[in-house]
């Protein structure tokens, strides 16, 4: 009998060799390396749970958590994640020669994920509808309007672009 890839909750393709999931378990990681990952940006205020923390150590790649020390576990229920967090994250997703492949991670892949896509998409110059259309399919019931307004304030210009490490996408 064949060996299953079953990929984790909320996975899927942002660009080439960037990722987006929600956080995997034992089941996932034959999946997982498959995708010959460099680095995770693990978004979630929890530290990942030891078993994950082990598997990332086995495979070589490199775990960066944002947006956890210091955060208040109550307001980051219910606030969009800092700006500052935000910044951080494109910029390791901007270099790509550095980090790919990459994936972004959280708790279950919708909503800290889902700023940082959409706030990638924002400077990558889509329409705010189907910024949002591909948020909320991630998000499903579980939608925050205070997302959805990060993300349409957020100012693109904050994000400086190195033009000689520009991705190519």
């Not at 940082?116 to 998409?121: F, I, K, N």
């Amino acid at each position: 009998m064949g060996s299953y890839y079953i990929p984790p909750v909320n996975f899927g393709l942002v660009e080439d060799n960037l990722y987006r999931s929600g956080q995997p378990n034992e089941l996932n990681f034959p999946f997982l390396e498959k995708l010959h990952l460099k680095k995770i940006l693990y978004l979630s205020p929890d530290a990942p749970p030891a078993s994950f923390q082990t598997f990332v150590m086995d495979q070589g790649i490199d775990l960066q958590q944002l947006g956890g020390a210091g955060e208040d576990r109550q307001s980051a229920l219910w606030s969009p994640m800092s700006e500052e967090v935000v910044l951080t994250s494109l910029q390791q997703i901007l270099d790509t020669e550095s980090n790919y492949p990459l994936c972004l991670m959280d708790s279950v892949g919708r909503n800290r994920v889902g700023i940082v896509v959409g706030c990638l998409r924002k400077l990558q110059r889509w329409n705010l509808t189907s910024i949002f259309e591909e948020y909320r399919r991630y998000a499903g019931s579980k939608v925050r309007i205070l997302n959805e307004q990060f993300i349409e304030l957020f100012d693109t210009d904050l994000v400086t672009i190195n033009p000689a490490r520009r991705p190519k996408w």
